[in-house]
């Protein structure tokens, strides 16, 4: 079947790529000659750097990558040496998006990150030298691409392609990947877990920035649900749905060390597109319990009880290590692969304990691993709240039916939140007086944020509030000191007095 010519977007870059080139191929401007031996002496070790890496850049460019032979990704890969740059050849329209899709090298977290092991990406002197890399992840801030991990091996090329067409001829997928990136052994021709490159059409890059009001979410959201549902397409092949968390890291096509094949270079669907062919209401969630339930054999109904107690198991064990501020959970972080390993070994007891019998342990095991990894890469720090004490009507509710546990938990919760309201009129009322204000209800208002209901609710407190050696307020529920129920949230006529002279001396 002959290949759909090229779209606009292939077209549109090559031109752009080739007038970049064509500039780069400028020689730089002159730079100002440091000539004060005490400026030149203090910026000595930052030439003797740049000159460096300079050395390193020349090395590449003349004699090409140089590989000693060492073992990536757990296989061995034998001495080799690579002349020239892989995105020169003239079918390298997919290289050179990659090239595209990746940042600048910078000193900064938002620059390229890349390295020999998926777990330790580093920030390179270059971006030449760094695209070398085993591994890469893409801009994170425009995110022009995805890549799916599949987690099996196949018998060669050809049959993990047969595979993808026969999706593709389902209406399953759109489109072959872009780029497909994996070891392949030398003898055999078998391929060990590839990783799948889709790209979206040159300047469709989605803007990522969730803490920017003006940052579209509908748009984000669609892109996480085409990474999701492409994902759940491929789960027959062996996806891995733990990846679609992170679906900017993975094997780059750049390195000599993998084998590399690219099926296309010449369709590239948008995400509108891709909304017609996969499924983007799936959730990470969900393509976690289809995997556990294809690993155990369990049916839905086990499969799925078991996965909530692992996930309720998993999601307490990083809720308690985020609490006590754990070393191990704050280094973690910044990997989630490490922060997933950090959970299986924390639970192993817990999850051994789900069961007696060995065949069941095991199952478990096989669960947990694909709910810690689900826990690592859904889990938010900065969205959790303080502690909550959930025992705090054990002993009312004890025996109680839900509704009337749910009623009990209700009615302690608004005493929570009115206690919090009244410590917090008290406060503003303290401080109005110190400054020589006025402390009116609707000044109290506007100083804490509360709405004046709100604090004419609870007016009374202060007259019930007094402040101890340590400065701390401390306030008395007006229903429980004497006299002062509902009729005291009106003001006294000695509060009134004492407003009319604050009045008139302001005045």
């Known amino acids: ?140 801030t425009m995110r022009g691409a995805w890549r799916v ?93 733990s990846a679609a968390s992170l679906p900017l890291k993975g094997k780059s096509p750049l390195c000599p060390l993998w084998s590399s094949v690219f099926w296309n270079q010449s369709r590239f669907p948008s995400l509108s597109e891709w909304a017609e062919y996969v499924d983007t209401g799936v959730t990470a969630g969900r393509l976690a319990r289809r995997a556990a339930r294809e690993e155990t054999g369990l049916d839905a109904e086990a499969s799925n009880s078991r996965f909530l107690a692992c996930q309720t198991l998993a999601f307490d064990t990083l809720r308690q290590m985020h609490a006590g501020d754990d070393p191990e959970y704050r280094d973690a972080l910044a990997d989630r692969a490490q922060l997933s390993a950090l959970l299986q070994t924390r639970c192993r007891r817990a999850v051994a304990a789900m069961a007696n019998e060995h065949r069941e342990r095991l199952r478990s095991s096989a669960i947990f691993c694909r709910v810690a990894d689900y826990a690592a890469g859904a889990w938010d720090p900065s969205r959790q709240r303080g502690g909550v004490d959930r025992g705090a009507c054990a002993d009312r509710v004890a025996g109680l039916a839900l509704a009337e546990r749910q009623a009990v938990g209700g009615r302690y919760g608004a005493g929570q939140r009115a206690d919090t309201s009244r410590r917090t009129i008290a406060a503003a009322v303290a401080a109005l007086r110190e400054t020589g204000g006025i402390a009116t209800q609707q ?15 609870h007016w009374a407190v202060r007259a019930l509030c007094a402040e101890t050696g340590e400065g701390v307020t401390q306030c008395i529920d007006p229903q429980e000191a004497g006299g002062a129920g509902r009729d005291s949230e009106a003001p006294s006529s000695r509060t009134t007095e004492e407003g009319d002279a604050q009045r008139k001396t302001a005045a």
């Open 1 to 140: 079947m002959p290949l759909p010519p090229p779209d606009d977007s292939v077209l549109r870059f090559e031109r752009e790529w080739e007038a970049l080139r064509a500039q780069a191929d400028q020689p730089p401007p002159r730079r100002r000659v440091v000539r004060d031996k005490t400026q030149l002496a203090a910026a000595l070790p930052y030439i003797e750097a740049a000159a460096h890496v300079a050395d390193m850049v020349r090395h590449r460019l003349d004699v090409g990558y140089v590989w000693r032979g060492g073992y990536v990704g757990g296989h061995y890969v034998p001495p080799l040496v690579e002349t020239g740059l892989r995105t020169q050849a003239e079918d390298a329209h997919v290289l050179r998006r990659f090239v595209q899709l990746t940042p600048r090298a910078r000193r900064s977290d938002t620059g390229l990150h890349c390295g020999h092991t998926k777990g330790m990406l580093a920030r390179p002197d270059t971006k030449l030298l760094g695209l070398d890399e085993a591994y890469v992840a893409l801009n994170p």
């Open 443 to 457: 000044a109290v208002a506007d100083a804490t944020g509360l709405s004046l209901r709100t604090v004419k609710r």
């Open 149 to 241: 991990d599949l987690d099996a091996d196949f018998p060669s090329w050809i049959a993990l392609r047969d595979d993808l067409e026969a999706l593709v001829a389902a209406g399953r997928l759109p489109c072959l990947p872009h780029a497909c990136v994996a070891w392949r052994c030398p003898h055999t021709g078998r391929v060990a877990h590839p990783h799948l490159w889709w790209l979206l059409p040159y300047g469709s890059s989605v803007w990522w920035a969730p803490e920017d009001p003006s940052c579209s979410r509908r748009i984000m959201s669609l892109y996480s649900g085409v990474v999701a549902g492409c994902t759940a397409a491929l789960s027959p092949l062996g996806a891995d749905p």
